[in-house]
Nanobody, 117 residues
Framework: QVQLVESGGGLVQAGGSLRLSCTTS????????MGWYRQAPGKQRELVAR???????NYADSVKGRFTISRDNAKNTVYLQMNSLKPEDTAAYYC???????????WGQGTQVTVSS
C-alpha cells in the first residue's frame, strides 16, 4: 500500500522558517520524481518544488531563493526547507510522488502551513 505522510507544518511568523518532511512507503522511492504542491483556500493546487530521481530540481518563481527541496533515498523521504516565509505562503502543502516507469501519481494527505504577518 502506497503511503505518503507529510509532517512539519504549523504556524510561523513572517520571516520564519519551517521544514516539511514527506516519508513514503509502498513505492520504489528512488525511481520517483518527488514534488511539493500547495493549495490555498479558493485557489488551485500549484507546484512549489520538484526533485527528479536524478536530483534535478525546479521551483515556482514565487519561492525561488527561499525554499529548498531535497531527498534522502536511504530514508525514502523528501524535504522542503522553507525560509523567509511570507503570509502568501499560507496553504495546505501536499507531497507528490510520480513513478517515472509506471507514470502513476501518488499524493499525501497534506500538512497546513500558516504564516502570520
Amino acid at each position: 500500500q502506497v503511503q505518503l505522510v507529510e509532517s512539519g507544518g504549523g504556524l510561523v511568523q513572517a520571516g520564519g522558517s519551517l521544514r516539511l518532511s514527506c516519508t513514503t512507503s509502498g513505492i520504489i522511492f528512488s525511481i520517483n520524481n518527488m514534488g511539493w504542491y500547495r493549495q490555498a483556500p479558493g485557489k488551485q493546487r500549484e507546484l512549489v518544488a520538484r526533485i527528479t530521481s536524478r536530483d534535478m530540481t525546479n521551483y515556482a518563481d514565487s519561492v525561488k531563493g527561499r525554499f529548498t527541496i531535497s531527498r534522502d533515498n536511504a530514508k525514502n523521504t523528501v524535504y522542503l526547507q522553507m525560509n523567509s516565509l511570507k503570509p502568501e505562503d499560507t496553504a495546505a502543502y501536499y507531497c507528490n510522488a510520480y513513478n517515472t516507469r509506471s507514470y502513476v501519481n501518488s499524493w499525501g494527505q497534506g500538512t497546513q502551513v500558516t504564516v502570520s504577518s
